[in-house]
C-alpha cells in the first residue's frame, strides 16, 4: 500500500534502508522539515515515497594493477538518482568509506541541491572505495581507466555526467576523461572539473569553497553582521577548505585551521596569503599532510587526530565544516556556541550530525545546510555544461558574478520559502522545502515514471 503518513514513509525506510545509516539519516532530516507540506497537500507525501528509491543503481567491478604487477580489485558504483528537472548530476568520491548507503545520502541530497541552484540538473553520485592517497601518478590512472571502461556504458553529455568529490581531483577527472573519449570517439561535456584547456570553466575549482563563504555572507547580511574580522574555523584541506580560506582572507575575516585526517593545525591569528599558499603547496603539490606546515610557521599548532571544534582556544564567530559527513557532533557544536559562534555555513555534505544541528537551532546559530550552503560546486559545474554545449568559455569575471548571483538566489529560496511557513530565519528548512516542491511538481507533470 501506498504511504499516507509520515510515520509510513518512516516505516517504508526502516524496513528498505535500516541497514544504510548515512543515507536514512539524511531522508530523516528532510521528512522532518516536510511535515508541514505534507500536511497541507497530502498528495507530496507519495510523491516523497518515489524518493526513497533512486531510479537506477549501478555496481561494477573495478580492476586494476598497481606498480608491483598485482591485480587489485575495487567497486565502482553510480547513483542515478532522479532525472526529474535534468540529466543527473553529482560526483564522483574515491575514498575506503565509500558504499551504497554514503552515495545514496550523497545522491538524495544533491537532488535537493541541485533544483536549488536553479539549473536544470538532476539528482546523482557514484564513486569508489579506491583509496588515491598513497598510490603514484601510474596507479591513479589505471584504477580512473578501468573505472571508466565501465562507467562509460551508463553516462553521457545528455544522460549523466558526473564531477569530482573526495579523492577525486583535476588529475582523476583527466585520466577519466581521457579514457571517455577513447572508447566512445566523443569528445563532449561528459565530466565536469575537467581543465581549462580542454574544456574546464574558470573559478571551477573554487566554486564550492567561494559559494560557501558567498552563502555566508548573505546569511551575515540578513542578520546585520559584517565579515571583517570575524574568526572562523575550516575543516578539511582539499578544494572546499582552501578556497574557502582564500575567499575568507579577501573578505578580511580570520581563516584559523585546516585539518586532514591526520589531525588539526591551528593559526592562532588566522592564515595569511602566504600561509595559504603553503598549505595549498603541501596538499596539491607535494600530496602531503596539514603537519608538514609545521616546518614553515613558527605560530601555528598540530592536534594529532583533533578536528577544530575540538581544539581551537578563544573567541569563534564561524565554523564552515568542509571536510567529510558527521564531522561536527553534539558536543563539540554546544563547545563552539560557548565560545560564541553564530553562524554555520557547511562545505561539506551533511557534516553536522543530528544532535550538532539541534544544538545551533536550540541556540539560536544561524544554520546555513549543505544542499544550500556548498551548491557552489554542482552549480558551476553546470555552468561548464553550458559553457561546453556553446564551445565557449567565459572569463574567470564572468564565471565568478554567475556563481556569487546563484549563491544569493539560492539563500534567498531559503530565506522566502522559510518565511512562508512561518519559520522565519530556519535556513535549513527552508533549503528542504524550496529543494523539495520544484521537484515534486515536476514528478508530478511527468506521471507515474
Known amino acids: 500500500m501506498p504511504a499516507k503518513t509520515v510515520e509510513d514513509l518512516l516505516a517504508i525506510l526502516k524496513q528498505r534502508d535500516g541497514h544504510h545509516p548515512e543515507f536514512c539519516q539524511a531522508v530523516g532530516e528532510v521528512i522532518e522539515s516536510l511535515k508541514v507540506v505534507f500536511e497541507q497537500n497530502a498528495k507530496y507525501i507519495s510523491v516523497f515515497e518515489q524518493l526513497l528509491e533512486p531510479e537506477r543503481v549501478i555496481m561494477f567491478r573495478v580492476p586494476w594493477m598497481n606498480?608491483?604487477?598485482?591485480?587489485?580489485?575495487?567497486?565502482?558504483?553510480?547513483?542515478?538518482?532522479?532525472?526529474?528537472?535534468?540529466?543527473?548530476?553529482?560526483?564522483?568520491?574515491?575514498?575506503?568509506?565509500?558504499?551504497?548507503?554514503?552515495?545514496?545520502?550523497?545522491?538524495?541530497?544533491?537532488?535537493?541541491?541541485?533544483?536549488?541552484?536553479?539549473?536544470?540538473?538532476?539528482?546523482?553520485?557514484?564513486?569508489?572505495?579506491?583509496?588515491?592517497?598513497?598510490?603514484?601518478?601510474?596507479?591513479?590512472?589505471?584504477?580512473?581507466?578501468?573505472?571508466?571502461?565501465?562507467?562509460?556504458?551508463?553516462?553521457?553529455?545528455?544522460?549523466?555526467?558526473?564531477?569530482?568529490d573526495i579523492g577525486v581531483g583535476g588529475r582523476e577527472i583527466g585520466y577519466m576523461f581521457g579514457q571517455y573519449k577513447r572508447l566512445t570517439n566523443k569528445f563532449e561535456g561528459v565530466l565536469t572539473g575537467k581543465k581549462y584547456n580542454w574544456g574546464g570553466s574558470l573559478i571551477r575549482p573554487e566554486a564550492t569553497g567561494y559559494g560557501a563563504v558567498y552563502y555566508l555572507q548573505e546569511m551575515m547580511q540578513d542578520n546585520q553582521t559584517e565579515m571583517k574580522g570575524k574568526v572562523v574555523l575550516v575543516s578539511g584541506s582539499g578544494n572546499v577548505a582552501q578556497y574557502a580560506c582564500e575567499k575568507l582572507i579577501q573578505l578580511q575575516a580570520k581563516c584559523c585551521s585546516f585539518s586532514d585526517s591526520d589531525g588539526t593545525i591551528i593559526e592562532p591569528e588566522g592564515f595569511t596569503v602566504e600561509g595559504l599558499a603553503k598549505i595549498m603547496d603541501i596538499k596539491n603539490n607535494l600530496r602531503g599532510r596539514c603537519q608538514d606546515y609545521m616546518n614553515f610557521s613558527k605560530t601555528a599548532k598540530f592536534y594529532a587526530g583533533q578536528r577544530p571544534w575540538a581544539v581551537f582556544e578563544g573567541h569563534v564567530d564561524v565554523i564552515m565544516p568542509c571536510a567529510t559527513q558527521n564531522e561536527v557532533n553534539g558536543d563539540e557544536a554546544k563547545r563552539v556556541i560557548a565560545q560564541g559562534c553564530k553562524f554555520v555555513s557547511e562545505g561539506a555534505n551533511m557534516p553536522s550530525n543530528d544532535d550538532a544541528i539541534h544544538a545551533y537551532h536550540s541556540s539560536g546559530v544561524f544554520y546555513g545546510p549543505a544542499k544550500a550552503a556548498n551548491a557552489g560546486g554542482v552549480a558551476t559545474s553546470g555552468l561548464?555544461?553550458?559553457?561546453?554545449?556553446?564551445?565557449?568559455?567565459?572569463?574567470?569575471?564572468?564565471?565568478?558574478?554567475?556563481?556569487?548571483?546563484?549563491?544569493k538566489k539560492i539563500f534567498k529560496q531559503c530565506k522566502d520559502t522559510a518565511e512562508k511557513y512561518g519559520k522565519p530565519k530556519n535556513y535549513q528548512f527552508g533549503a528542504n522545502v524550496a529543494g523539495f516542491l520544484k521537484v515534486a511538481d515536476s514528478m508530478i507533470d511527468q506521471g507515474c515514471v
Open 67 to 164: 606498480d608491483k604487477s598485482e591485480m587489485c580489485i575495487n567497486r565502482g558504483f553510480r547513483i542515478q538518482y532522479s532525472s526529474a528537472i535534468g540529466p543527473y548530476k553529482g560526483g564522483c568520491r574515491f575514498h575506503p568509506s565509500v558504499n551504497l548507503s554514503v552515495l545514496k545520502f550523497l545522491g538524495f541530497e544533491q537532488i535537493l541541491k541541485n533544483s536549488l541552484t536553479t539549473l536544470p540538473m538532476g539528482g546523482g553520485k557514484g564513486g569508489s572505495d579506491f583509496d588515491p592517497k598513497g598510490k603514484t601518478d601510474r596507479e591513479v590512472m589505471s584504477f580512473c581507466q578501468s573505472f571508466m571502461t565501465e562507467l562509460q556504458r551508463h553516462i553521457g553529455q545528455f544522460t549523466d555526467v558526473p564531477a569530482g
Open 384 to 407: 561548464e555544461m553550458s559553457q561546453n554545449s556553446m564551445r565557449l568559455q567565459w572569463s574567470r569575471e564572468k564565471v565568478d558574478e554567475e556563481l556569487h548571483n546563484i549563491m
